[in-house]
């Protein structure tokens, strides 16, 4: 998997992706296929299937196209295979492994987020910086082009996995815990185009600022309080959860 992190980066250039997470579960991936560990259930097949569709898309065939035109199509192609990520990993289908790797896909893609067409509702998700807006950074886009050969490669093998008959076998993911200083916001999407959003709050101490103790098994995210409450059930979503926190 290509490394797009890059070098220290001008304030107005193109800020480096976070990739770190993404050569991580990239080579279990690997090894787990390369060693008979991971036969992905039909919905994870389904889920690279999906993405995979994404990562090969043609860009559109135009005539004479203006430079920022085919430059706006470019970053278009990455924002779609965030988002189709995004949608997989928070349907509660896939399985660990499956879940791990998308929120990688979507940690990498994070400047495609809103660039170039930012969602339409005012509530809707915010992740990362304020990418591709006037006096922010521009998508690193041939960063982000980089990936995509080595994406197409791993899940073009995880989507031809599910043969017929194959009786699925997923691997154990360790969880991961870390500690956040700041607010979670959750959101929903009762409609097309409309969206609700809500800051999270301890149950116990209605506290929101943390700093909390996030724990994740990739199935489910628990958040523990400095007041020494534990909530599962705080509504967020994994992408909302992973999304926020800082690279490690």
């Known amino acids: 998997m290509a490394d797009a992190r890059g070098g220290p980066a001008a304030a107005s250039g193109p800020l480096p992706l976070w990739t770190r997470a993404l050569t991580l579960e990239a ?24 993405v995979l569709a994404r990562l090969t898309a043609p860009l559109p065939a135009r005539r ?28 509660g289908a896939v399985a660990p492994p499956a879940a791990a790797l998308l929120a990688a896909v979507a940690r990498a893609l994070l400047p495609w987020h809103a660039a170039p067409a930012p969602p339409a509702a005012a509530a809707a998700a915010r992740y990362g910086g304020e990418w591709g807006t006037t006096g922010g950074a521009a998508p ?4 982000g082009e980089a990936l995509l050969p080595g994406l197409t490669t791993l899940f073009a093998a995880l989507a031809a996995t599910g043969a017929a008959g194959a009786v699925p076998l997923t691997p ?36 929101a600022d943390g700093p909390w103790t996030v724990l994740c098994d990739w199935r489910r995210v628990s958040l523990g309080c400095p007041c020494g409450v534990v909530s599962r059930e705080h509504g967020l979503s994994l992408s909302e959860s ?7």
């Open 140 to 143: 690193p886009t041939e960063a």
């Open 27 to 50: 080579g279990r991936v690997q090894r787990f296929l390369a060693e008979d560990e991971w036969r992905p259930a039909p919905a994870d097949t389904e889920a690279a299937a999906a």
């Open 64 to 91: 004479s196209a203006a430079v920022k035109i085919r430059a706006t199509d470019r970053d278009r192609r990455l924002q779609r295979v965030f988002r189709t990520a995004v949608h997989h990993l928070d349907s």
């Open 242 to 248: 992973w999304l926020v926190l800082p690279e490690s």
């Open 172 to 207: 154990p993911v360790e969880p991961w815990e870390m500690r956040y200083a700041g607010r979670f916001r959750r959101y929903a999407r009762p409609a097309p185009g409309v969206w609700t959003a809500g800051t999270v709050s301890c149950p116990g101490c209605g506290g």
